[in-house]
């Protein structure tokens, strides 16, 4: 190695130290204690020495199968929930969770609130499930309100399937995404809210 070149080197290893920083902060660290060295030169001696630091891999989430909707032969047999938002008139977030029969696209229930965390979202089932009867199965896509444990066990635990839907295809959810649709234009965006009162 050249003597020019041990100088990067040095200069390297001084910056880095014992700790884990990328390319972009050793370039701009190395350049404040030694002016005279390249942006290039730096970048192409911390490569080519292999400085680099190894890029950590996002873990994989298995997709679901594909779940086609197909119409039930009676009510509860499925129900479908999806999650809306708005905002009041003074620009307060608040959130609706729907709830429809997919046999008659009958709306079951409504609920609203600032937050709608599992806890939340169980709440509601069960009022519905009080007034209605329990489905067999409940399709939903994959948010967190839904992936909860809270959640799972509760549907377990009353003998009720969990149908999810694939990521990113909401057509899988169309009954409920079209509902989602009417109450946008016909009671969200038609009124101006001030509470949730």
């Not at 290893?13 to 030169?41: C, D, F, M, W």
């Not at 509760?154 to 009720?160: A, P, Q, R, S």
Request: proline share 5%; aromatic share 10%; charged share 30%.
């Amino acid at each position: 190695m050249p003597t020019k070149d041990a100088a990067v080197k040095e200069a390297i290893l001084e910056v880095i130290g014992s700790s884990r920083i990328g390319r972009k902060k050793i370039v701009v660290k190395v350049q404040k204690k030694n002016p005279h060295l390249g942006a290039s030169k730096i970048r192409r001696f911390y490569q080519k020495e292999g400085f680099s630091l190894y890029k950590r891999f996002r873990k994989k989430r298995f997709n679901n199968p594909a779940n086609p909707i197909e119409v039930p032969y009676g009510p509860n047999v499925e129900w479908a929930m999806d999650f809306m938002s708005d905002s009041l008139a003074n620009g307060k977030k608040f959130r609706s969770l729907n709830i429809i029969d997919q046999y008659n696209r009958k709306c079951l229930e409504i609920g609203i609130g600032y937050s709608l965390p599992s806890r939340k979202v169980v709440e509601i089932l069960q009022r519905a499930i009080e007034e209605y009867g329990k489905p067999l199965g409940i399709r939903t896509d994959n948010g967190p309100e839904f992936t909860s444990c809270l959640f799972q066990n509760w549907l377990d635990k009353n003998g009720i399937e969990w149908i999810k839907i694939q990521k990113g295809k909401p057509q899988q959810n169309a009954i409920i995404e079209r509902f989602n649709r009417t109450y946008r234009e016909d009671v969200l965006d038609a009124n101006l809210f001030f509470s949730l009162n």
